[in-house]
């Protein structure tokens, strides 16, 4: 797909994020225009406008996606700008009374969209996208490696749509009406890959880490996740079944991660040899 060519003196900036630059439309206040930094292929950048497109398209509730562009170095996209809009995160930092109840509504979300059957035509597979992520785990001890592959065998070929990046964040409202941003990644596949996302952010992520992207501290956003698994699995939220796949889906995810950032290694080898330092580091010490 060919990119439409911007005039960038027709938007206005707006301000940026750790991979784009954001602009508001000067004779439309209403558009959004979002250019990925120059180091990113124009191909990640059409999957992921693709995949949001996706997501318009099969009716769930978010931002309006318009047009694949470019202003000749970067590549984006413009989007429907929701004004006056506020995350669940940002919500949790204001009012932390309010946990239990956005938990349920977050909770009630995720179901839906994780019991909508994929167009598999038209979306990518999640667990085929995290095993070329992956690849051959060359960066990890050999035993990490033969472990991480018996996690993989765990996540189950699931036609249900994923968000990709469920988080508190990526959740918001506007005029009492909930939306899903954020779906760079949208594919199907096994729901515990979302939840794996939730639980890396809430257990894994350090405080300032949490405090910078989420708007809130640690304990809050905890709170929320268990919030959450209540609501999401009911009474099985705690069994050994429910949190062994969630950690194997974490794993996983941490291995795709490792292979693009080395440095995600340093936690992913004693998380899974289960040794004293994970205890440590989920606890931000």
């Known amino acids: ?34 250019l990925c930094n120059k180091d990113i292929p124009a191909t990640s950048v059409l999957k992921e406008y693709q995949a949001a497109r996706s997501f318009n398209e099969a009716g769930f509730p978010s931002p309006a996606v318009y047009d694949f562009v470019t202003d000749g170095e970067r590549s984006g996209y413009t ?16 009012e932390p009374d309010s946990v239990e109840n956005l938990a349920r509504r977050f909770a009630t979300l995720a179901l839906e969209l994780h019991r909508t059957p994929a167009d598999v035509s038209k979306m990518t597979n999640a667990r085929e996208n995290l095993l070329n992520a992956m690849g051959d785990l060359s960066y990890v001890p050999e035993d990490v490696a ?59 992520l350090p405080a300032k880490s949490v405090s910078d992207l989420y708007h809130t501290d640690r304990s809050t956003l905890r709170k929320f996740f268990i919030a959450f698994k209540k609501a999401y699995f009911g009474e099985n939220w705690d069994s050994k079944e429910t949190n062994a796949r969630i950690m194997d889906a974490a794993i996983v995810r941490f291995c795709a991660a490792a292979a693009s950032n080395p440095g995600y290694t340093d936690i992913l080898v004693p998380l899974v040899r289960g040794r004293r330092i994970m205890f440590l580091i989920k606890r931000g010490v």
Not at 79 to 94: F, N, P, V
């Open 1 to 34: 797909m060919e990119a439409t060519r911007i005039d960038l003196a027709e938007w206005e900036y707006f301000g940026e994020g750790g991979s784009s630059t954001s602009y508001i439309n000067k004779k439309d206040g209403n558009i959004v225009l979002k």
């Open 79 to 94: 989007a429907e700008r929701i004004k006056g809009k506020i995350s669940y995160a940002r919500t949790l930092s204001q």
């Open 146 to 204: 033969e472990a991480v592959r018996k996690r993989f065998s765990s996540i189950r070929e699931e036609t249900a749509c994923l968000h990709g990046d469920l988080n508190p964040g990526n959740l918001i409202t506007f005029e009492g009406k909930d939306r899903w941003i954020g779906i760079n990644e949208f594919a199907y596949g096994d729901p515990y890959l979302d939840i794996a996302t939730m639980h890396i952010i809430c257990n894994f």
